[in-house]
C-alpha cells in the first residue's frame, strides 16, 4: 500500500533537498512528536535508494530501530542492521545502526547520514560521526532541537528548518488536542541539581511521599478513570510503588524498565493496548519511539529540567485515534510550572528555543463548576484538582467578569448587573464583546438564575439580543478546553 504523504511532510522533505542543493552539509529538521518524523525521513531514504545512494540511519534505542526498520521493510527497503546480538550485513546500502553498537564495529560507507531524534547528539559517540563522514550529508530530526542546558545544535548542524507550531497541527487534525489538570506540585526545594537536572535519588526520596502517592490515585479517578494511561516515574522504586499503589486500589496496573526482559516488556505492553491493563508505570521506556495513539492519558509524575523530556511524555498522548477528542495530562511533578504548556508556540533556533515571555504573569484554570480563576503563586495548593488552560486575553478579561459577578452576590444585586458592568467595562477598553466571553458569562448567570430569589432574576430570552450585539463574522469556532466556544 503507498503511503501518502501529508501536505506538512511533502513541503518539509522540499526545504531539506533545497538546502543540501544550496551546498548546505548538515540540516537540523524539527516537527513535533506525533506528526510523522520517521515517515519524512522514511520517503528521503526511499528517493536515496533507488539512485543506488548509500544511507546511514543512527538511533539511539531498541524501540526506535525497530520503527524505523518497520517503515523501510513496509517500503522495500533492504536494511542492513547494526545492532547488538546481530550480525551486520555491510553489502545492503541502506543500513540502521545503534549508536552504542556502531562505535564498535566498522563503519559502513555512506553518503547520507539521517540522525534520528537527534537531540541526542550532543554525545561524543554522535559527534565522531562529523569526523568519520567528512564528505556526506547530513540529516538530524527532532521534536526539541535543544539540550538540557538551553542551548542548541550550532556547533553541529549549519541550519534549522523548523515546522508548524503545535497548534497548528492541532487546528488542522493532525494531533490531538489536550486538557490539562494539576495534581499536585511537589516540593522541590532540599533536591540537588546534577548535570542541570535533578539527582534522582533525592528526587525519587520526594517524590515516594505518602501524600503525592496518594494524590497520583485522586488525581486519576478523579479526571482519567478507566482510561488507558501511562505514568512517567523517576526510577524504578518510585515506579514499582506506583504500580503497586494502583493495584491494591483495584486498578489494573503494571511496571517496566530498562531491565524488564524484552519479551516480557512486550507482552506487557501489548496486554496494555488490549486494554487488560490500564495503568502502565515506567522508566523512560515509553518515551521516543513508542507508538500507541490509542492512549488516552498521560500522568506526569517525574520532575524535570529537561524540556525535550518533557514533551516527549505529553507526547504520547497527542497522537489522532478513532473516538478520542482529546489526551489528558495530569501533572503531578510541577511541570506546568516548569515548562509551560506543550502547546504554546516556541520559537526554536540553532541556539536553542528562545524563552516564551508572559507579560502578565498570571496563570488560568478552571474548577471543577467551570469557572475560571486566577492561580495565585504563593498558594500553589488551591491549584491542585483544577484543569489549567493557558491564559488569553478573553480568559484575563473574564477574571474582571467574575470580580464584578462577586461583588453583585455580595451585595444581593441583580444578577445582570455583573454583565452590564463588565459591558461598560470592554466599552471603556474599546473592546468589542467577543463569542467566547458571551458564552462563558451567559452559562455562569443561567447556572445561578436558578437559584436566587425572584427579584434578582433575569428572563432567558435576555440573551437573544446580546448575541445579536456580536459582529457577524466569518469565523471558525472549536470547543476549548473548558467546553466553551472559542475562536480557532
Known sequence: MVETLRPYQKEGITRIFDE??????????????????TVLFSEIVKMGHDRDRKILIVAHRKELIEQITKKLNSKNIDTGLIISGEKSDYSKIVQVASIQTLNKRKHPHANLIIIDECHHAKAKTYRKLWNIYPDAKFLGVTATPVRLNGSGFDDLFDILIPSMQVKDFIVQGYISDLKYFIGSNPNLKGVKKQRGDYVRKMLSSVMLDNELMV??????????LNKSMIVFAVDVEHSKNIAKEYSKAGISSVHIDANTPPQQRNDLIKTFKNGDIKVISNVEIVTEGFDFPECEAVQLARPTKSLSLYLQMVGRVMRKARNKRYGLVLDNAGLWLEHGFATIDREWTLMGVKKRKDNSGKMIAFNEKGVVKEIKKNNLAEAEGLQLVELTAELERLLTFELFLQESKKNNNKLLRAFFRYSDYLDEKKITLSKFELDYCKKRLNKLNENVSEDRRFKPGFWYMQEKRIPNRSITHRKDQSGFISKA
Open 20 to 37: 543540501w542543493r544550496k551546498g548546505t552539509r548538515s540540516v537540523l529538521f524539527q516537527m513535533p512528536t506525533g506528526t510523522g518524523k
Open 215 to 224: 494524590k497520583l490515585l485522586d488525581s486519576y479517578k478523579m479526571h482519567a
